[in-house]
Every structure is written in structure tokens, then in C-alpha cells.
């Protein structure tokens, strides 16, 4: 029962992280990224909440909790500790590491120091010389069309190519609406991981959805303009009853001791696969 109940969870998880990593490969950051962001994630709920009496749980614990080295478990647990953990993991990117070669290596920087518009080959220097340099030996076409699909290069009217920012997050992402979505996200996991637990006592939380494999495309509309105005009304219901309930919290008061509670509604729309 358990090994079924472990291939379950895990073919969840595929399912959920799929169009996360759609979401992720269409602003360019790659599986190795992700990756470290996990391993973070994984070390930090191990130590906060698998300790004992309310104090976090050693390295050695961590370590078997997560299948992790030590030695690994440490340096995660460090780099949570100076608060760079995502930040570092940038680096590991290809095209990350070739933009900051651009901004930086004096072979490809003008006489005033900003980046020159390159060629893929011929005179030096060029992308070649700069992937090669800096992303070993992927192909250089295949970098520099990622870059330009995620709009960190643009081409010149010559055929060269040139930095469009300095930064490796792409120029028309708004931040705001990643930092909601995954808000939305972790508020619906940690609800179902509250339902799926043994732990959890009394009536499980709400959670349920409402979908049609049949309904007619020229529908679609339609039903999405009445979610979003149904949804509005939901949500201003219970907006408006927790403002009435809801009570200012002393700064005498342990602010800790509370929990962050609402409820949220979403339409979807996923293609068959």
C-alpha cells in the first residue's frame, strides 16, 4: 500500500510541476536552478518542522529527512541563513552566465565600458568567442535564440546582436503578478497537504472545483465572463465579513501565534494532453 500510495504522490507532483515548468522555461531558467530553489525548500521545512520541543532540527536530521549529504545540508542551510539562496543559483544558467560576461569582460565592452553589438562569428570579438567562453561548448546558436526568445538580445539592423538589460529576468515580467500567483499556488497546496494529512483533525478544509470536458469552445467566453463576475461578488462577500470580524493586532501581541486565513477563487482553462 505504501509503495502505490508513494507512486501516487509522485506522479501528482509531475502533474503539478508541469506547467510550472512551462511557466519557468518560457523566462529562461532551467532545470539546475530549479533545483537548488528544492533543495532550499526541502532543508528549510525539514529544520523548522521536524525539530523538537519547538527548536529546529540538527543538520544530521535534516540530512536523513532529506536524503541530502551533510556537508550539502550545511551549505543549503548557510545559504538560507545569509538569505542568498535564490540569488546564488543564478549563476548556474548558461544564458545568466553568458549576459554577465557580456556586462563584464573588458574583451566585450567598448572603449567606455558598455557591451558591443556582436556578430555570431567571423572578426573577434563575437558570440562565439563569448558562449565558448563562458558556456563551454553549447551551441551558440542555440544560446543566443534562447536569449533573444526571452528578450535579453535583440537584433541589430546589421545582423549583430546586443544586451537588451543587464538583468538575466527578461524585461516584460511583471513581478507583481508572479509574487500573487505563487502566493495563490502555495495557499492551494498547503490546503490540500492539510486535507491529505493523518494529522488533521475535525472537518477537512474546503476545497473543490467545478469543470466541464464538454462544454462548446464558443461557451468559453461566456463562462469566463461570468467566473470573473460571480468571483468578484464571492470574493467581496467574504472580503467584507472579514473586515467586520477581523480584530487590530496589538504589537504587545505575539504576532506569530495567529495564521494567515482567507479564500480564493480562480478560473482555468488547460489544454487536453
Known amino acids: 500500500m505504501r509503495v502505490d500510495t508513494h507512486a501516487a504522490i509522485l506522479a501528482a507532483c509531475r502533474h503539478l510541476i508541469v506547467p510550472l515548468a512551462r511557466l519557468l522555461l518560457r523566462y529562461g531558467i532551467?532545470?539546475?536552478?530549479?533545483?537548488?530553489?528544492?533543495?532550499?525548500?526541502?532543508?528549510?521545512?525539514?529544520?523548522?518542522?521536524?525539530?523538537?520541543?519547538?527548536?529546529?532540527?540538527?543538520?544530521?536530521?535534516?540530512?536523513?529527512?532529506?536524503?541530502?549529504?551533510?556537508?550539502?545540508?550545511?551549505?543549503?542551510?548557510?545559504?538560507?541563513?545569509?538569505?542568498?539562496?535564490v540569488q546564488t543559483s543564478q549563476g548556474l544558467n548558461?544564458?545568466?552566465?553568458?549576459?554577465?560576461?557580456?556586462?563584464?569582460?573588458?574583451?566585450?565592452?567598448?572603449?567606455?565600458?558598455?557591451?558591443?553589438?556582436?556578430?555570431i562569428d567571423g572578426k573577434s570579438p563575437n558570440l562565439t568567442d563569448l558562449v565558448r567562453r563562458y558556456a563551454g561548448d553549447l551551441p551558440v546558436g542555440a544560446v543566443i535564440l534562447q536569449m533573444e526568445r526571452i528578450g535579453l538580445v535583440e537584433r541589430t539592423k546589421s545582423g549583430r546582436f546586443r544586451p537588451v538589460g543587464n538583468s538575466f529576468i527578461p524585461p516584460n515580467v511583471n513581478g507583481q503578478l508572479f509574487a500573487s500567483g505563487a502566493t495563490s499556488i502555495h495557499n492551494l497546496i498547503s490546503t490540500i497537504a492539510c486535507n491529505a494529512s493523518p494529522a488533521t483533525e475535525g472537518e477537512p478544509r474546503f476545497e473543490r472545483y467545478a469543470w466541464?470536458?464538454?462544454?462548446?469552445?464558443?461557451?468559453?467566453?461566456?463562462?469566463?465572463?461570468?467566473?470573473?463576475?460571480?468571483?468578484?461578488?464571492?470574493?467581496?462577500?467574504?472580503?467584507?465579513?472579514?473586515?467586520?470580524?477581523?480584530?487590530?493586532?496589538?504589537i504587545s501581541e505575539d504576532k506569530k501565534s495567529g495564521s494567515e486565513i482567507g479564500v480564493g477563487v480562480y478560473f482555468f482553462d488547460v489544454p487536453k494532453r
Open 212 to 250: 466541464s470536458n464538454y462544454l462548446p469552445e464558443s461557451m468559453t467566453k461566456k463562462f469566463r465572463e461570468l467566473v470573473a463576475d460571480r468571483g468578484q461578488s464571492f470574493l467581496e462577500f467574504f472580503d467584507a465579513w472579514l473586515k467586520k470580524n477581523e480584530k487590530p493586532i496589538r
Open 94 to 119: 548558461p544564458p545568466s552566465i553568458v549576459l554577465r560576461g557580456w556586462y563584464s569582460d573588458p574583451l566585450f565592452l567598448s572603449s567606455v565600458g558598455n557591451p558591443v553589438a556582436l556578430a
Open 30 to 85: 532551467g532545470y539546475r536552478e530549479f533545483s537548488e530553489v528544492c533543495k532550499s525548500a526541502f532543508v528549510d521545512v525539514a529544520t523548522k518542522d521536524y525539530g523538537i520541543r519547538g527548536r529546529p532540527a540538527n543538520l544530521s536530521k535534516v540530512a536523513v529527512i532529506t536524503g541530502l549529504s551533510r556537508k550539502e545540508t550545511k551549505k543549503v542551510r548557510d545559504k538560507i541563513a545569509s538569505e542568498s539562496g
